[in-house]
C-alpha cells in the first residue's frame, strides 16, 4: 500500500523535501500531495532583496518543482484546517486531501508593528514588506517613482533593501530602534564601520530611534513619526522588522505551538507522531536560525528518516560545524560576513581569544573568536576575499596557526583548508564540495546555471557563486577526468 504524504508549503524548504523526497524513495512507496498558497513555482526567497536592487530578474531566482507522476502540486491552493482524527486537510476550494503523513512547512510571515496607521487591513498605498516575489516586484516598480523611502528595520534584510534601493536612485532611510545596527551578528565597532560605509552610500540613518507612527494623506503613505518627534518624508516605507513562524493551521489543529511549532529532533510534532514541521515554522529544540540552511538540512533529514535512506542525508563530521550561523550580505556597495561566535550580546566563554582589528577609514573591521585552536566565529566588514578564506577555514573546522595573527597577514598560513581540494566546502546552503562541482564540470557542465542544476550550489544564499566560476574558469584549463558522474 503506497503511503499518502501531504506537505504544505511550496516554498524553498516545502520544495526541497518533495524533491528529497523522490531521491530517497527507491522502493517508490510515498505518493506525495503538495499545497502551495502562492500561484507561481518556488523561488529563492533570500534573492528578494537582489530583484529589489535590479542585480537579478525574477525569472533567475526560480528553484526546482518536483515532476513526477506520484506527486501533484496545487498552486495557488491553500490549506486552511487540519482534521487530526480524519487524518485530511481542509482546502480553500472546500476539497479534503486525507493524509497518512503530513509535513508543515508554512513558512513564516512579515512581522509588522504595531503602529497608528498600519492597524486594520490592507496596507497604506507606498507600505510593503519584502516577504514574496510579489512584494519585490511591487518596491522595484515603486522605486521608479518615489523620492525619498524609509526602511524601518537595519537587519540584514534592511540593509540589503536599503542598498538595493540606493543603487535604483532612490533616497533612502533606514530606522532601527537598538543602538546597534545588525545587532544579533554586530556588535558596537563593527557596527560603526558599517555606518561608516552606509554614510558613503549617501543612505542616512536613525538608531537607536522609534516609529511611532505613520501619516498617511488618502490612502498613500507621506511620513513616519518618531519618537524624537522627526516626521521623515517618504513616499515608500518598507517595512523589515523581522518575521513570525507561520503556526496558524498548527495551533488551530491543536498541535504544540510557541514561537514555532515544537517538534522534537526527529522532527515530529510533540503533539501528533503523524504530522511533522520544517524550515521556519518549526521550533527544534536547538532553536531555530531562520536561515534556508537549517531548513534544507531537516528537509534532508526528514527524507532520510521517512524513507529509511542511508544515502539520502550526508552527516556532518563531528567537530565540523554547521553553516547553518553563516549570514552574508547581499547589498551593494556593502560588504559583511559573519560566522559562528558574534554580535552584541555574544558572552565571552572560559578560554575564548579574540583577535581583532579594526580600520574604520578604510571601511574595515574583522574579528575572530577562537576557542581550542580552531576559528568558533568571526566577523567581518570590508574583508574582502579573505572572508571567502575564513569561511572554509570554519566550516572545515581545521587547525588555526599557532599565531593566528598570521591568517590576516599571509595567505600561505590558511595551508590546504583554502586550496581546491575534492572535499572544500563551497556551497555551505546545500553542503557541496569542490570534488562534486569539478565532477559535474567535467562530464559537461559549462555555467553556473548548468552547475546548480546538477548539483544545487548557489541556489541558496548566492555567495558561492563567485566560488563556482572560479572551479569553472580553472576546468576549462584542465583536461577532464572521465569518472562516473557522482552528482544527484
Known sequence: RMTRLVIVGNGMVGSRFALDLLAADDPGRFEVDQFGAEDCRPYNRVLLSDVVSGARDVASIGLPQAEHPRVRVHQGC????????????????????????????????????????????????????????????AIAAASLNARNAVVLGAGVLGLEVACGLRRRGVCATVVHPRHTLMERQLD?????VV??????????????????????????????RLDSGEVLPCDLLVIAVGTLPDTRLAAAAGLGVDRGIRVTDTLVTTHDRRIFAIGDCAQP??????????????????????????????????????????????????????????????????????LRLSDPG????????????????????????????????YTQGGLLPRDPLLLLLDRAAFGSSTEDTADRLVCRCNDVRAGEITDCIDHGATTVDTVAAATRATTGCGSCREDVCALLAARRHTPPVLTPAKHP
Not at 89 to 100: A, E, F, P
Not at 197 to 224: E, H, K, S, Y
Open 285 to 354: 529544540p536547538e532553536g531555530s536560525s531562520g536561515l534556508v540552511a537549517q531548513g534544507w538540512s531537516q528537509s534532508r533529514r526528514l527524507a532520510a528518516r521517512l524513507t529509511e535512506s542511508t544515502n539520502a542525508f550526508r552527516e556532518r563530521p563531528r567537530g565540523v560545524p554547521s553553516p547553518d550561523d553563516v549570514v552574508r550580505l547581499k547589498a551593494p556597495g556593502l560588504d559583511v560576513v559573519t560566522m559562528g561566535i558574534c554580535g552584541s550580546r555574544r558572552a565571552d566563554e572560559p578560554g575564548q581569544r579574540t
Open 78 to 137: 491553500t490549506v486552511v484546517g487540519i482534521d487530526r482524527e480524519d487524518r485530511a486537510v481542509l482546502r480553500s476550494d472546500g476539497l479534503r486531501t486525507r493524509y497518512d503523513l503530513l509535513v508543515l512547512a508554512t513558512g513564516s510571515a512579515a512581522r509588522l508593528p504595531d503602529l497608528p496607521g498600519l492597524a486594520g487591513g490592507d496596507l497604506p498605498r507606498g507600505v510593503k514588506a519584502l516577504r514574496t516575489i510579489d512584494d519585490a516586484r
Open 362 to 393: 578604510a571601511g574595515r573591521h574583522i574579528e575572530l573568536v577562537i576557542t581550542d585552536d580552531r576559528l568558533a566565529g568571526a566577523t567581518l566588514v570590508g574583508a574582502g576575499p579573505l572572508a571567502a578564506q575564513l569561511l572554509t577555514t
Open 195 to 224: 555606518r561608516a560605509t552606509l554614510d558613503d552610500l549617501a543612505i542616512d540613518q536613525r538608531v537607536g530611534v522609534n516609529a511611532t507612527g505613520i501619516d498617511v494623506a488618502g490612502d498613500r503613505v507621506t511620513g513616519v
Open 188 to 192: 558596537a565597532d563593527s557596527s560603526a
